[in-house]
């Protein structure tokens, strides 16, 4: 299994969970934090600005997934680095986004 086939799956993972709190907020109204706020991941974005983030998320997903990383679930391998990918980003973003919303970072507890 050719190493750039993995880090396709673990980058499809990332930007597939990435894209549910931008459609998700996106679709209910709400602003969000994106890369094109001011200040960048930090200010908040329009609903309209995060749907398309999203979207471009799930587009980044799927090429990384589908087309370069060719992503098998009955392969170990693959699963591996997709569920990576997905814990990864859902690290950060609890940490970034815990102390953003709340002045802190996540509860651990």
Known sequence: ????????CFFGGAALLNAVPHL???VMGRRFPSPFAKPPGKGMSS????VLWGFANLAIAWLLLGRFGHFYPDEIGDVGAFALGLLVIGLMGAFH???LNEGRGPDLT
């Open 1 to 8: 299994m050719p190493i750039l086939h993995l880090i396709a």
């Open 47 to 50: 609903a309209l600005v995060n």
């Open 97 to 99: 986004f815990g102390g």
């Open 24 to 26: 998700v907020s996106g």
